[in-house]
């Protein structure tokens, strides 16, 4: 099982930026579009790829970005 962890979407257009079907997340899913919401998600080849690409931005527990 992959480590869950908390990200939100970097642009506040509302376009998605990830959606994915994985056992690993909550649910079994996440959609991901742009708002200020902080969604908790499992750290999968696919987060990792938007989190690289600079669409998704780890948040800490205080609900802060992580610094990169």
Not at 30 to 50: C, M, S, W, Y
Request: aromatic share 2%.
């Amino acid at each position: 099982m992959a480590k869950t962890i908390k990200v939100q979407a970097v642009k506040q257009d509302k376009k998605v930026v990830l959606y994915e079907r994985h056992p690993d997340h909550p649910n079994g899913e996440v959609f991901i579009h742009g708002n200020d919401t902080v969604h908790k998600v499992a750290e999968t080849t696919l987060v990792k790829q938007r989190i690289h690409e600079g669409l998704l931005v780890e948040v800490t527990a205080s609900g802060k970005p992580k610094d990169s």
